[in-house]
Nanobody, 122 residues
Framework: VQLQASGGGLVQAGGSLRLSCAAS????????MGWFRQAPGKEREFVTA????????DYADSVKGRFTISRDNAKNTVYLQMNSLKPADTAVYYC????????????????WGQGTLVTVSS
């Protein structure tokens, strides 16, 4: 499956952005989807994940209550709604796909998108 992330940009602290990740080349419903991020000089970290049906999700503690993951299987797209953004959320955001259930383990995701940059100014 090929993944194309979009929607990043520059936003002020307290603002919102919605990222999208469009999948192609394979059956989207086979995959659980995750969002990860990597800030400059830091390792890639888990943000959130959603299972194939959308009925199960998981969030990093740092984004709980502010970020929401969702998916539209008819459009082969997963979304990340980010509210109340903080400068600490500045990073390149990646979407990823894996077979099986949701996971926060970066190494368990086989397919990765190219990343989209989110910059939150103070």
């Amino acid at each position: 499956v090929q993944l194309q992330a979009s929607g990043g940009g520059l936003v002020q602290a307290g603002g919102s952005l919605r990222l999208s990740c469009a999948a192609s080349g394979s059956t989207f419903i086979y995959y659980s989807m995750g969002w990860f991020r990597q800030a400059p000089g830091k390792e890639r970290e888990f943000v959130t994940a959603i299972n194939q049906s959308g009925g199960s999700t998981d969030y990093a503690d740092s984004v709980k209550g502010r970020f929401t993951i969702s998916r539209d299987n008819a459009k082969n797209t997963v979304y990340l709604q980010m509210n109340s953004l903080k400068p600490a959320d500045t990073a390149v955001y990646y979407c990823a796909a894996r077979y099986g259930g949701i996971s926060s383990d970066t190494s368990s995701y086989y397919y990765w998108g190219q990343g989209t940059l989110v910059t939150v100014s103070s």
